[in-house]
């Protein structure tokens, strides 16, 4: 019986001090999650900015290096977010996606509206003060998901098949939509 208590005794210790640990785990990854979000909270804007336009009209009408202000639903594909960076596609809010009752698992994708969205789409690159990407989920910082409605205010880039980028400096996010 001795031997069974001395063993209880020794569990309950163990167990005592892999608690302590874990706490003290937690609450450096806690510490750590904070920091991280008090450090990307300057890329959300606190009011929507006011003159932004739809993603099919900047796509016409904005040139490369232009100052931009455009609204989108986050989508475009089965998969809009860009692993390892703030990064995302977003297509106009004109561009209707397809609905659950359609048979559409990912209607972000706007599988039944292909057609309309090559020409109402762009690329979102969030972007740190010195204008290099940020390396961080732009789901995590920014609170975002598919289909979620954002308005993104920065510099317009274009490639040579006319595609258009916005290296974003500030997001905000509609809510409820």
């Known amino acids: 019986m001795k031997k069974f208590f001395n063993l209880g005794l020794a569990a309950l210790f163990l167990i005592a001090t892999g608690c302590g640990e874990t706490s003290e785990v937690t609450s450096q990854t806690s510490q750590n999650a904070a920091d991280a979000g008090a450090a990307t909270s300057a890329y959300l804007a606190e009011s929507e900015p006011a003159g932004a ?15 931009v202000t455009l609204v989108g639903l986050i989508g475009g594909s089965s998969e809009p977010f860009v692993e390892g960076l703030a990064a995302f596609t977003v297509v106009d809010p004109k561009v209707p996606h397809c609905a659950a009752d359609e048979g559409c698992p990912t209607p972000w994708d706007y599988c039944c509206e292909t ?22 989920d732009a789901r995590a910082i920014l609170g975002v998901k598919e289909l979620s409605t954002v308005v993104v205010s920065g510099k317009a880039k274009r490639d040579d098949q006319g595609n258009l980028t916005v290296a974003a400096n500030q997001v905000f996010v509609r809510p409820g939509e």
């Open 115 to 136: 057609d309309a969205v090559k020409d109402n789409i762009a690329t979102v690159k969030v972007v740190d003060e010195s204008g290099h990407p940020v390396a961080q």
């Open 53 to 67: 336009m739809p993603v099919g009209k900047a796509r016409e009408s904005i040139e490369d290096g232009q100052d």
